[in-house]
T-cell receptor
Framework: EPEVTQTPSHQVTQMGQEVILRCVPI?????FYWYRQILGQKVEFLVSFYNNEISEKSEIFDDQFSVERPDGSNFTLKIRSTKLEDSAMYFC????????????FGPGTRLTVL | TQLLEQSPQFLSIQEGENLTVYCNSSSVFSSLQWYRQEPGEGPVLLVT?????EVKKLKRLTFQFGDARKDSSLHITAAQPGDTGLYLCAGQETSGSRLTFGEGTQLTVNP
C-alpha cells in the first residue's frame, strides 16, 4: 500500500541554523500538508500546498518557514533560522483530490533545536 | 480556526470492557477522521466519516458522525490490551482543507 515517507527521522540542529525536512507524498495525490506536534501537545496545521503554491497557512507559518516542491516527487519544509521552540515532530500529509478525501500522514521527523 | 474537543483525555480500563471516546465541536466539518498514534510515530488512519449520521464499523470499533456533522464518537467493544494507544479525531474544516485535531485520548487496556 502506498505511503507517505519522510526524511530524516531525527534532525538535531543548533539554534539559528537552517533545516530542510523532506517528504515524498503518495504518488497520485495532489494536495500536500505540513503539521507539527510539540511534545505533549496536539497536532497543529502549518501549511497546505496545491498546484505548486501555498493554498492555506496558519499563524504559526511565519516568514522563517517555506515550502517547496522542487521536483515531481519531493515536498520540503525549510525553517530558515531555527529557534528552541521549533523543536517538535513535523508530519507531512497528502490527499488525493476531493475535499472529503482522507489525509494520509508520514511517520514524522523529530526536530531537536539546541 | 474551528475547535474540536476530545474526551476523555485519559482512559484506563480492564480487558473486556467497553468504552466510548467523544469529539465535539460547535462548528460543522466536511469530514472527520479518526487516527491512532503510537509514540514517536505519525497518525495512522482508522476511518473517515463524511455523511451526517454515518456509522462505520472496523471489527470491534464503531465510529459515528453526528447528524449535524459537528461531533463524532468512537466506541470499542470488549477492549483488548492491543487497543492500548493514543486515539485522535481530526475534522476537516469546511473552508479550506486543514485538519483540526482533538487533544487525543490515551487509552490503556489492562490485561
Amino acid at each position: 500500500e502506498p505511503e507517505v515517507t519522510q526524511t530524516p527521522s531525527h534532525q538535531v540542529t543548533q539554534m539559528g541554523q537552517e533545516v530542510i525536512l523532506r517528504c515524498v507524498p503518495i504518488s497520485n495525490h495532489l494536495y500536500f500538508y505540513w503539521y507539527r506536534q510539540i511534545l505533549g501537545q496536539k497536532v497543529e496545521f502549518l501549511v497546505s500546498f496545491y498546484n505548486n503554491e501555498i493554498s492555506e497557512k496558519s499563524e504559526i507559518f511565519d516568514d522563517q518557514f517555506s515550502v517547496e516542491r522542487p521536483d515531481g516527487s519531493n515536498f520540503t519544509l525549510k525553517i530558515r533560522s531555527t529557534k528552541l521552540e521549533d523543536s517538535a515532530m513535523y508530519f507531512c500529509a497528502s490527499r488525493r483530490q476531493r475535499s472529503t478525501d482522507t489525509q494520509y500522514f508520514g511517520p514524522g521527523t523529530r526536530l531537536t533545536v539546541l | 480556526t474551528q475547535l474540536l474537543e476530545q474526551s476523555p483525555q485519559f482512559l484506563s480500563i480492564q480487558e473486556g470492557e467497553n468504552l466510548t471516546v467523544y469529539c465535539n465541536s460547535s462548528s460543522v466539518f466536511s469530514s472527520l477522521q479518526w487516527y491512532r498514534q503510537e509514540p514517536g510515530e505519525g497518525p495512522v488512519l482508522l476511518v473517515t466519516v463524511v455523511t451526517g449520521g454515518e456509522v462505520k464499523k472496523l471489527k470491534r470499533l464503531t465510529f459515528q458522525f453526528g447528524d449535524a456533522r459537528k461531533d463524532s464518537s468512537l466506541h470499542i467493544t470488549a477492549a483488548q490490551p492491543g487497543d492500548t494507544g493514543l486515539y485522535l479525531c481530526a475534522g476537516q474544516e469546511t473552508s479550506g482543507s486543514r485538519l483540526t485535531f482533538g487533544e487525543g485520548t490515551q487509552l490503556t487496556v489492562n490485561p
